[in-house]
């Protein structure tokens, strides 16, 4: 009996660690019979059309539709970039009791802990109604830690973090917590606004590029496996749903930001089916725009962002190619200390650097750039519609740039962390 139990045991772990087809709808756990058909079909002619748009991209481009012509903005200064980006993941959680906000606060590893407690002292002498629901996770944290920051996210519908170091040497169970809390959350939308700043000398100027990267599938989608001794899968998931739902986000944040040009970012030429379904489901929203749209192969777009970057307006990519083309637009600005960003789904919204960077080899050495991770403050504060609280900050910010004695050693100066932060805050307005 007890042989019989034990090989019972083992066809169903066969059959429960065989590879599967990974779609938008749930399969059946049946053992595949010959070779797997190809989901996709071979690209497609523009008049194909793929399934109806699912009722939550609907949803999402109803959200972006909201702001219409009269959300549009003249000029492009930073503070109207950024309230440009709230509205698009639905209405920010109310205020408690005295007009306060609570905000789950994530500080995460390397310089994540001080740049949080200098976000608190900003906030603290800015008079900001937010009180911050502090949550440990770091890179060794177990899973139960990192659904407790998911519920507390849950809970408030707003948070604040630094980044989570992701150690390759981990064994391939272990996941990303980063990864885990944006795909746990939906968090479908990563937009970073990069800038040109004032006071901050780089070889390119006037640049202002929002980028849109698609945040939950692609090559982050974790499905990988060792078919035989040295040979290893990793499946890059590209789904119709998705790429419509990041294409319509794109092009709504792209009309409430009075932008002109949106480009999809893509490798089509090579990956004809997971790439070729993102770009004709671009194509296919585009039409319903009246906004120029235009599409680039990756590798040509970072030797255009290094050598032109002025014609770029608003961008939109699959996942792994916003991660690369987000740290190549931070270093055109001044490099990842000064650059946002967010993350924006249906019901919840995280804020963090954009170059989701830890810093480890400079934490506790009072010299990272607090910049970035109060930008991403203010980013939060608009968001929650407390427009006064974040144009104030980010006012003090923009105007400790221009002294170059605050500037730390990042951007080519001599001055900490510590010291910025109290320029800021001198620069705050007084009572």
Sequence with gaps: ????????????????????????????????????????????????????????????????????????????DVEAADRALIGYCGDPPPAKYGGRHTVTLIPGDGIGPELMLHVKEVFRHACVPVDFEEVRVNSEAPEDDVQ???????????????????????????????????????LYANVIHCQSLPGVETRHRDIDILIVRENTEGEYSS?????????????????????????????????????????????????????????????????????????????????????????????????????????????????????????????????ETATRNTGKSIANRNIANPTAALLAACMMLDHLKLHNHASTIRKAVLASLDDPRTHTPDIGGQGTTSG????????????
């Design 148 to 186: 407790n920051a998911i519920t507390a996210i849950r809970r408030n519908g707003v948070a604040l973090k630094g980044n989570i170091e992701t150690n390759h040497n981990l064994p391939p169970s272990h996941k990303s917590r980063n990864n885990l809390i944006r795909t746990s959350l939906d």
């Design 420 to 431: 910025a932060v109290q320029s800021i805050i001198g620069h705050l307005p007084r009572g």
């Design 1 to 76: 009996m007890a042989a019989a139990l034990t090989a019972a045991r083992r066809r169903v772990m066969r059959v429960a660690l065989r590879p599967r087809a990974v779609s938008d709808q749930s399969e059946p756990d049946s053992p595949p019979t010959g070779p797997r058909p190809c989901r996709f079909p071979p690209v497609p002619a523009r008049s194909r059309r793929f399934p109806p748009m699912p009722a939550s991209t609907a949803a999402c481009d109803w959200l972006a539709r909201r702001r219409g012509p009269g959300g549009r903005r003249e000029g492009r």
């Design 223 to 351: 499905l990988e496996h060792e078919s035989v001794a040295g040979v290893v899968e990793s499946l890059k998931i590209i789904t119709a749903g998705r790429s419509r739902r990041i294409a319509h986000y794109a092009f709504g944040l792209a009309r409430a930001a009075a932008r002109r040009c949106v480009t999809a970012v893509h490798k089509a030429n090579i990956m004809k089916l997971g790439d070729g379904l993102f770009l004709q489901c671009c194509e296919e929203v585009a039409a319903e725009y009246q906004i120029t749209f235009r599409s680039m192969i990756v590798d040509n777009t970072t030797m255009q962002l290094v050598s032109r970057p002025q014609q770029f307006d608003v961008m939109v990519m699959p996942n792994l190619y916003g991660n690369i083309v987000n740290n190549v637009c931070a270093g055109l600005v001044g490099g990842p200390g000064l650059v946002p960003g967010a993350n924006y789904g249906h019901n919840y919204a995280v804020f």
